[in-house]
């Protein structure tokens, strides 16, 4: 099985590298990746750079290029539901597009019109289980994870008005850059995708100092915890479900 891993950021794409241990250069237009074998599974790294047009477009030109089976959003993000802290992992299989004032209004031919997308192919009734999976698996490791959704934004989140507003209107658990546009881009090639990203901070006054604190270690964390995914077989049954 082809997996790829799209990191937004180049410590997030070199902590991927390092865990899984992949060096062999590809091309990828628009983007730096690498390649490499992990068990039983080729393992496609990329680096898109941070924010929505960008992941967009590395994201589509994989796809066209190495029609991967799953493609692996994963990165930072902010934490916005009650129970998820700083250091927890939040797996994601639905992404929402807000509006940069986090109401989720959608605005007619406005270019950050939000909507709902879900991840292709894997049926909502199987989302729970493969929850419960991942946490079983990550807490044999000490991992906290989570299930819920991500609202792709276009700002740094660090007001607490805002915070609240993405998560009681729009019912996202964590918020990044650039997980809608990844999932656009899988639905576009008919190619499962998942978000997987590790929280770096709680999109709150303190959030830029807590990212630049927490996501170079937490980073490492993250794919730590999707080797064992990949170990533990967690893709190959997401795989399955569809």
Not at 18 to 39: E, H, L, Q, Y
């Amino acid at each position: 099985m082809h997996i790829a891993l799209l990191t937004a950021l180049p410590l997030e794409y070199r902590a991927a590298i390092d865990v899984f241990r992949i060096r062999d250069r590809i091309r990828c237009p628009g983007a730096r990746a690498v390649s490499g074998t992990v068990g039983k599974h080729t393992v496609l790294c990329v680096k898109t750079g941070p924010g929505f047009k960008r992941s967009a477009g590395a994201a589509s030109a994989l796809c066209a290029r190495f029609s991967p089976e799953i493609i692996i959003d994963s990165g930072t993000c902010a934490g916005l539901a009650a129970e998820v802290h700083i250091g927890d992992i939040l797996i994601s299989f639905e992404s929402i597009r807000a509006r940069s004032d986090g109401t989720g209004r959608a605005r007619t031919g406005s270019d950050d019109a939000d909507h709902f997308l879900r991840s292709y192919r894997i049926p909502e009734s199987a989302w729970e289980a493969f929850g419960e999976q991942a946490r079983h698996l990550g807490a044999q490791h000490g991992f906290v994870v989570h299930t819920g959704r991500q609202a792709t934004i276009s700002t740094v989140l660090e007001n607490t008005a805002m915070k609240h507003r993405l998560r009681t209107n729009l019912g996202a658990s964590g918020a990044n850059w650039e997980t809608h546009a990844v999932f656009s881009a899988a639905q576009a090639a008919d190619c499962t995708a998942v978000s997987i990203r590790v929280v770096s901070d709680l999109g709150e006054a303190s959030a830029i100092v807590d990212f630049f604190r927490y996501a170079r270690p937490f980073s490492r964390k993250l794919y730590l915890f999707l080797h064992i995914l990949m170990s533990g077989g967690w893709f190959d049954n997401l795989w399955s479900a569809e």
